[in-house]
């Protein structure tokens, strides 16, 4: 919209709102009987999301399985709770400062 | 928007695992039941979780989202038989002395209680980050 960056930024809170619900959906089939732990591979997925593709989600390897078929951690799913919600507070505070750039350049072309 | 979809993913977890408890405490408030409607003793009754796509109709016509939602796909109810107590003068006891109390172990219960209890709370844990998430991008708004 504004520029390459926010551009990319924008494109990187979406990979992130999607990787979020993924775990939110781990989560709350932490008790399912024979359900498996959904992720994206975030670099693969940032390259194909630049050619218009939908992010596809993909079983993360080497995760032990419960007798029940189950193989949701909630350790690793609370680590990347909190990890998904940082980096995305990060990019949402650099888009802003992209914002306030411009509208700094704007308010200074009226003073001219 | 796949956050706010996130949280209707969040909402069925906690809805879920509420039922379970609720099942759970059932069972326990009934460990001594000896007449139920259908007759016999109380059977110990468990849920049985399965994953189910959550997607609003409209988005759905659009793209194929990831992530998946819970729900409560039936109520088994335990088959095994009765727990036999030698208890002569009570009502329900037959012609040989003996009650047939429900099968179920109260520790066991507990456990599964807490389990249902941490389950929730890390349903709610994911609500608070999506939300704050959300908030976060409202606040690009006010810049």
């Given at each position: 919209?504004?520029?390459?960056?926010?551009?990319?930024?924008?494109?990187?809170?979406?990979?992130?709102?999607?990787?979020?619900?993924?775990?939110?959906?781990?989560?709350?089939?932490?008790?399912?009987?024979?359900?498996?732990?959904?992720?994206?591979?975030?670099?693969?997925?940032?390259?194909?999301?630049?050619?218009?593709?939908?992010?596809?989600?993909?079983?993360?390897?080497?995760?032990?399985?419960?007798?029940?078929?189950?193989?949701?951690?909630?350790?690793?799913?609370?680590?990347?709770?909190?990890?998904?919600?940082?980096?995305?507070?990060?990019?949402?505070?650099?888009?802003t400062?992209?914002?306030?750039?411009?509208?700094?350049?704007?308010?200074?072309?009226?003073?001219? | 928007?796949?956050?706010?979809?996130?949280?209707?993913?969040?909402?069925?977890?906690m809805?879920?695992?509420?039922?379970?408890?609720?099942?759970?405490?059932?069972?326990?408030?009934?460990?001594?039941?000896?007449?139920?409607?259908?007759?016999?003793?109380?059977?110990?009754?468990?849920?049985?979780?399965?994953?189910?796509?959550?997607?609003?109709?409209?988005?759905?016509?659009f793209?194929?989202?990831?992530?998946?939602?819970?729900?409560?796909?039936?109520?088994?109810?335990?088959?095994?038989?009765?727990?036999?107590?030698?208890?002569?003068?009570?009502?329900?006891a037959?012609?040989?002395g003996?009650?047939?109390?429900?099968?179920?172990?109260?520790?066991?219960?507990?456990?599964?209680?807490?389990?249902?209890?941490?389950?929730?709370?890390?349903?709610?844990?994911?609500?608070?980050?999506?939300?704050?998430?959300?908030?976060?991008?409202?606040?690009?708004?006010?810049?």
């Amino acid at each position: 919209m504004l520029d390459p960056t926010t551009s990319n930024l924008q494109r990187y809170m979406d990979l992130l709102s999607t990787r979020q619900k993924l775990v939110a959906s781990n989560i709350a089939n932490a008790d399912t009987p024979g359900y498996k732990t959904e992720d994206i591979d975030f670099q693969c997925e940032y390259a194909s999301l630049l050619n218009g593709q939908a992010p596809l989600a993909y079983e993360p390897p080497g995760l032990p399985e419960k007798p029940d078929g189950n193989n949701v951690s909630l350790d690793r799913e609370t680590r990347m709770l909190a990890e998904n919600a940082m980096r995305f507070n990060v990019a949402s505070n650099l888009v802003t400062g992209q914002i306030k750039t411009i509208r700094s350049a704007i308010d200074e072309g009226k003073n001219g | 928007m796949s956050l706010l979809s996130a949280l209707q993913i969040s909402a069925s977890g906690m809805a879920a695992q509420r039922t379970r408890a609720e099942m759970l405490v059932e069972n326990m408030a009934n460990a001594d039941t000896t007449r139920t409607p259908e007759g016999g003793p109380y059977k110990r009754k468990d849920v049985v979780f399965s994953s189910e796509l959550q997607t609003s109709p409209f988005s759905a016509v659009f793209q194929h989202e990831a992530g998946q939602g819970v729900r409560i796909a039936s109520v088994a109810q335990d088959t095994g038989p009765p727990e036999l107590r030698y208890l002569p003068g009570h009502p329900d006891a037959d012609a040989n002395g003996y009650v047939a109390f429900p099968r179920l172990n109260p520790a066991e219960e507990m456990v599964d209680l807490l389990n249902a209890s941490r389950s929730y709370e890390g349903n709610v844990a994911a609500i608070t980050a999506v939300k704050d998430m959300i908030t976060n991008s409202v606040s690009i708004l006010k810049s």
